[in-house]
């Protein structure tokens, strides 16, 4: 066998993983208690809570609290729900701000045209 076919072979095989990966579905978690869908979570917030948001600061990791308050925190503001056992709260929480970070609307928020246009605007 020569190298160049054993190269062949290995770049054919890893193409054929790689398109494997993107076939199959996500991975589904199951909740221990009923969580929000990750579609309520993403709907827009009332404009008086948009306001009070622009507003005032949220929590940051300096927040004199332990993990597990902090992590209460956050979920609360967000509406997740947490139990005992934050795994679950903490699996949507990431899960949410995947979505939120790939979501199309938020990146065209992210373009640098679009952030003159409202610096322009607000200006």
């Keep these: 066998v ?3 076919s054993t190269g062949s072979m290995v770049s054919t095989q890893s193409t054929g993983i790689s398109e494997l990966h ?4 996500p991975p589904s978690v199951h909740y221990a208690k009923n969580m929000p869908d990750i579609d309520v979570l993403m709907e827009e917030w009332p404009s008086e809570i948009e306001e009070l948001l622009s507003k005032i600061n949220l929590p940051s990791a300096d927040l004199d609290c332990d993990l597990k308050d902090y992590v209460d925190i956050i979920c609360n503001i967000l509406d997740i729900p947490t139990q005992q056992n934050r795994i679950h709260s903490l ?3 990431f899960t ?4 939120f ?4 609307h938020f990146q065209k928020l ?3 045209e679009n952030n003159e246009n409202i610096e322009n605007q607000n200006g």
Excluded: G, M, V
């Design 2 to 4: 020569s190298t160049q």
């Design 22 to 25: 993107r076939q199959k579905p």
């Design 91 to 93: 699996h949507l929480l």
């Design 96 to 99: 949410l701000y995947s979505e």
């Design 101 to 104: 970070k790939n979501s199309q």
């Design 110 to 112: 992210n373009q640098p």
